[in-house]
C-alpha cells in the first residue's frame, strides 16, 4: 500500500523558518510528480508547490515565489518543502500528494495524500 507521511511542521514566529519533509513507501518514487498542498481554516485546499520526475522542473503558487523551495531526493524517497520569511497567511495544514499526471497541479489530479502536518505562524 502506498503511504505518505509528513513531518516538520509546528510553531515559529513570523518571518521564521520551517522545512517540511514527507516520506514515501509503497510506490516508485521517481515515477511521480510530488506536490505540496495546505488547508486553511475555513478554506478549501490549495496548490503550494511541485516538482515532476525531472529533478530541476518546479511549479509554485505565486502566494510562495521567492519564500518556499521544493525538493526531492529519490533514493531516499522523501520531498522537502523549504519555508523561509513566514507568514501568518501561511498557517495550515500542510499536505504531500503524489500523482501520475506531470506538473498537473489540480487536488482532483492526485493520486495519494499524506495526512498532513501542522505549520502555525504566530504574528
Known amino acids: 500500500q502506498v503511504q505518505l507521511v509528513e513531518s516538520g511542521g509546528g510553531l515559529v514566529h513570523t518571518g521564521g523558518s520551517l522545512r517540511l519533509s514527507c516520506a514515501a513507501s509503497?510506490?516508485?518514487?521517481?515515477?511521480?510528480?510530488m506536490g505540496w498542498f495546505r488547508q486553511a481554516p475555513g478554506k478549501d485546499r490549495e496548490f503550494v508547490a511541485g516538482i515532476g520526475w525531472s529533478l530541476g522542473n518546479a511549479d509554485y503558487a505565486d502566494s510562495v515565489k521567492g519564500r518556499f523551495t521544493i525538493s526531492r531526493d529519490n533514493a531516499k524517497n522523501t520531498v522537502y518543502l523549504q519555508m523561509n520569511s513566514l507568514k501568518p497567511e501561511d498557517t495550515a495544514v500542510y499536505h504531500c500528494a503524489a500523482g501520475w499526471r506531470g506538473r498537473t497541479w489540480s487536488t482532483s489530479a492526485m493520486n495519494y495524500w499524506g495526512k498532513g502536518t501542522l505549520v502555525t505562524v504566530s504574528s
Open positions: 509503497g510506490l516508485t518514487f521517481s515515477g511521480y510528480s
